[in-house]
């Protein structure tokens, strides 16, 4: 997907195709006030108070039909620079203008481009003529704060795109259609994994009976391989005293994330953000010898963030996610082998689920911000030297990202690349040599003295939420059967004459230990067949007269019109297969 911010040459195409809009916008709605209309990585938008009127979805192309007039118009784009005072003068009438120029310094240069009977500020640069703005869609509308805040005004906002060619418009539109099919808001609905409701609350997601099928799977796949590496898994609640974030230091640096405090027979509690303070109690509630090292702390936590409105998108951002989380309480000796252990585990756990598409970063901490990070630069030297010299001699290639460290330390993000949209990330392991500090952790040395341990955070999974957004994107719904909630649907293709056989292979599959339904209703086959690729289940069995007098079944795998036939065995042998090496079906 083209990134229309860095592409410099789309980048000026889109910003002079934003004004076309705007002046388009004009036209029709000769009252609209327009704020800002910045290109961004998917196109351009531009925010605009249209009064009373609401644009609806017949309206875009109404509006598309006006720009095409504008630009074939063919005006001249025309910059001029003016100062503070004249360009006061000149938007006098149009209040969100007048904020943003008084909020420029007095020796800015300001400028403006005009084009025919529409001047906007702007800094450019432009083309030259709106002639050169010829093949462009407008994609989507919403509406978006006044400068983001939510007391403000909601203004209008119409999204959109433009290109050189019309090839290339119609190259990007079709992977637009692309995009809006794997979509895992959409497929969440299809095939009945989650639910939203206002009343229950924006961005408080509901797993529907599949959903949590899945969620159960991914959780039972990555606890069932920590299990195996030594981890101990614990349960905390959901929420804590002020003051546990206080020692922790989240307070001072993470408020702004948190749900407000809460005010309870004089304590005050918040919704947890996240589980380390929590994990830090956990190894504080028993003496410790340095032959107890490593204890590895796990735990599938429910945690609560305020994220805005705006930010919120399915289960991929929501205000409350579990989270596969660790913490992992180390000698000094230590830290190298357990890091390598992580990152192993999740190269591991990325191989066996077919992610291929990611990257580590490196995040640092910017050392000319005294404020957001725990002041011991000793600490930080050592913490930041140790985890390239990890990185380095195990031969994994990654980038310094300087300021995006935690507050305690340094740590390793590894960014997937999702099917649709921008990456982010998944997987996380950080170093931290402050909050067992702050909590006064300790363990008993070889030599009978107190020390204190450093902790590895680490989350392999990420959120569980988000890891099945991704993978609903990665596979377009079609599950591997391992994460199906069902495997298998058997579908007799006459109920009079088939059904019992169907049944007969339900009982086989069934007994066997696989997730399976078979459909006994009254309906045409096509009708049934259509209904079951809709659902995408992995197997499709189709049972008629051959298949009864042979012994044998007939099966489509999710994805595929082709049709093979296989003894009841064989099929088994098959599923199991696909089972154990978590075959996925759209590879």
Same mark, same amino acid.
């Given at each position: 997907?083209?990134? &229309?911010?860095?592409?410099?040459?789309?980048?000026?195409?889109?910003?002079?195709?934003?004004?076309?809009?705007?002046?388009?916008?004009?036209?029709?709605?000769?009252?609209?006030?327009?704020?800002?209309?910045?290109?961004?990585?998917?196109?351009?938008?531009?925010?605009?108070?249209?009064?009373?009127?609401?644009?609806?979805?017949?309206?875009?192309?109404?509006?598309?039909?006006?720009?095409?007039?504008?630009?074939?118009?063919?005006?001249?784009?025309?910059?001029?620079?003016?100062?503070?005072?004249?360009?006061?003068?000149?938007?006098?009438?149009?209040? =969100?203008?007048?904020?943003?120029?008084?909020?420029?310094?007095?020796?800015?240069?300001?400028?403006?481009?005009?084009?025919?009977? %529409?001047?906007?500020?702007?800094?450019?640069?432009?083309?030259?003529?709106?002639?050169?703005?010829?093949?462009?869609?407008?994609?989507?509308?919403?509406?978006?704060?006044?400068?983001?805040?939510?007391?403000?005004?909601?203004?209008?906002?119409? =999204?959109?795109?433009?290109?050189?060619?019309?090839?290339?418009?119609?190259?990007?539109?079709?992977?637009?259609?692309?995009?809006?099919?794997?979509?895992? /808001?959409?497929?969440?609905?299809?095939?009945?994994?989650?639910?939203?409701?206002? #009343?229950?609350?924006?961005?408080?997601?509901?797993?529907?009976?599949?959903?949590?099928?899945?969620?159960?799977?991914?959780?039972?796949?990555?606890?069932?391989?920590? *299990?195996?590496?030594?981890?101990?898994?614990?349960?905390?609640?959901?929420?804590?005293?002020?003051?546990?974030?206080?020692?922790?230091?989240?307070?001072?640096?993470?408020?702004?994330?948190? &749900?407000?405090?809460?005010?309870?027979?004089?304590?005050?509690?918040?919704?947890?953000?996240?589980?380390?303070?929590?994990?830090?109690?956990?190894?504080?509630?028993?003496?410790?010898?340095?032959?107890?090292?490593?204890?590895?702390?796990?735990?599938?936590? /429910?945690?609560?963030?305020?994220?805005?409105?705006?930010?919120?998108?399915?289960?991929?951002?929501?205000?409350?996610?579990?989270?596969?989380?660790?913490?992992?309480?180390?000698?000094?000796?230590?830290?190298?082998?357990?890091?390598?252990?992580?990152?192993?585990?999740?190269?591991?756990?990325?191989?066996?689920?077919?992610?291929?598409?990611?990257?580590?970063?490196?995040?640092?901490?910017?050392?000319?911000? *005294?404020? *957001?990070?725990?002041?011991?630069?000793?600490?930080?030297?050592?913490?930041?030297?140790?985890? /390239?010299?990890?990185?380095?001699?195990?031969?994994?290639?990654?980038?310094?990202?300087?300021?995006?460290?935690? &507050?305690?330390?340094? *740590?390793?993000?590894?960014?997937?690349?999702?099917?649709?949209?921008?990456?982010?990330?998944?997987?996380?392991?950080?170093?931290?040599?402050?909050?067992?500090?702050?909590?006064?952790?300790?363990?008993?040395?070889?030599?009978?003295?107190? $020390?204190?341990?450093?902790?590895?955070?680490?989350?392999?999974?990420?959120?569980?939420?988000?890891?099945?957004?991704?993978?609903?994107?990665?596979?377009?719904?079609?599950?591997?059967?391992?994460?199906?909630?069902?495997?298998?649907?058997?579908?007799?293709?006459?109920?009079?004459?088939?059904?019992?056989?169907?049944?007969?292979?339900?009982?086989?599959?069934?007994?066997?230990?696989?997730?399976?339904?078979?459909?006994?209703?009254?309906?045409?086959?096509?009708?049934? #067949?259509?209904?079951?690729?809709?659902?995408?289940?992995?197997?499709?069995?189709?049972?008629?007269?051959?298949? $009864?007098?042979?012994?044998?079944?007939?099966?489509?795998?999710?994805?595929?019109?082709?049709?093979?036939?296989?003894?009841?065995?064989? %099929?088994?042998?098959?599923?199991?297969?696909?089972?154990?090496?978590?075959?996925?079906?759209?590879?």
């Amino acid at each position: 997907m083209v990134n &229309f911010k860095e592409n410099e040459e789309l980048n000026i195409l889109n910003h002079s195709c934003a004004h076309l809009m705007a002046q388009a916008v004009k036209h029709l709605y000769p009252n609209a006030k327009f704020w800002v209309g910045p290109v961004v990585e998917e196109g351009f938008y531009y925010d605009i108070d249209l009064g009373d009127d609401v644009i609806k979805e017949e309206d875009l192309e109404r509006i598309e039909r006006e720009m095409k007039k504008c630009s074939k118009s063919a005006k001249n784009i025309i910059r001029k620079e003016i100062t503070k005072d004249e360009a006061l003068e000149m938007f006098k009438d149009d209040s =969100y203008k007048l904020d943003l120029i008084s909020r420029m310094e007095d020796e800015n240069v300001i400028s403006c481009y005009t084009q025919g009977d %529409f001047t906007d500020l702007c800094r450019g640069p432009h083309m030259e003529n709106t002639k050169e703005i010829k093949y462009f869609k407008l994609i989507k509308f919403s509406g978006a704060y006044w400068k983001g805040d939510a007391n403000n005004k909601v203004l209008q906002r119409i =999204y959109g795109v433009c290109f050189k060619t019309e090839e290339d418009l119609n190259a990007h539109l079709q992977e637009l259609e692309e995009m809006k099919l794997r979509d895992h /808001r959409k497929i969440g609905k299809d095939l009945d994994i989650f639910m939203t409701s206002d #009343l229950v609350g924006k961005g408080l997601p509901i797993y529907l009976p599949n959903g949590y099928f899945i969620w159960e799977q991914l959780e039972n796949y990555i606890k069932d391989k920590e *299990k195996k590496l030594g981890y101990l898994h614990v349960l905390t609640p959901p929420l804590g005293n002020v003051e546990l974030y206080k020692t922790s230091g989240h307070w001072d640096h993470y408020q702004e994330s948190m &749900f407000p405090k809460m005010e309870v027979e004089g304590e005050e509690f918040v919704l947890r953000p996240m589980n380390c303070p929590h994990h830090m109690m956990v190894y504080a509630n028993a003496i410790h010898s340095y032959r107890d090292l490593p204890i590895r702390i796990g735990e599938i936590a /429910r945690d609560c963030r305020f994220e805005t409105s705006g930010s919120l998108k399915g289960i991929e951002r929501v205000r409350t996610f579990c989270q596969n989380d660790a913490h992992l309480f180390v000698t000094s000796e230590q830290i190298e082998d357990e890091f390598s252990k992580v990152v192993n585990l999740i190269l591991e756990t990325y191989k066996e689920l077919g992610i291929t598409e990611f990257r580590f970063e490196l995040s640092l901490r910017d050392k000319e911000d *005294k404020v *957001k990070y725990y002041p011991d630069d000793e600490m930080w030297d050592s913490a930041e030297t140790k985890l /390239r010299k990890i990185l380095d001699d195990y031969g994994y290639p990654y980038v310094e990202k300087i300021g995006e460290a935690a &507050f305690y330390g340094p *740590k390793l993000d590894v960014q997937v690349k999702p099917a649709i949209g921008p990456e982010y990330t998944l997987s996380t392991c950080q170093l931290d040599f402050c909050l067992p500090m702050r909590f006064n952790l300790s363990y008993v040395d070889a030599s009978g003295e107190k $020390k204190t341990p450093i902790v590895i955070h680490r989350a392999i999974l990420g959120a569980i939420d988000r890891t099945i957004a991704y993978y609903l994107e990665e596979t377009k719904g079609y599950l591997p059967a391992w994460l199906a909630p069902k495997q298998v649907k058997v579908i007799p293709v006459n109920n009079e004459y088939h059904l019992d056989y169907a049944k007969e292979v339900f009982d086989k599959l069934a007994s066997s230990g696989f997730r399976v339904e078979i459909d006994e209703r009254n309906e045409k086959l096509g009708y049934k #067949l259509r209904e079951s690729v809709v659902k995408k289940v992995p197997y499709m069995l189709i049972l008629g007269g051959k298949e $009864k007098d042979d012994n044998t079944i007939s099966y489509r795998r999710a994805g595929s019109e082709e049709t093979t036939t296989l003894k009841i065995e064989e %099929f088994i042998d098959l599923l199991n297969n696909d089972i154990k090496n978590k075959v996925r079906y759209d590879k």
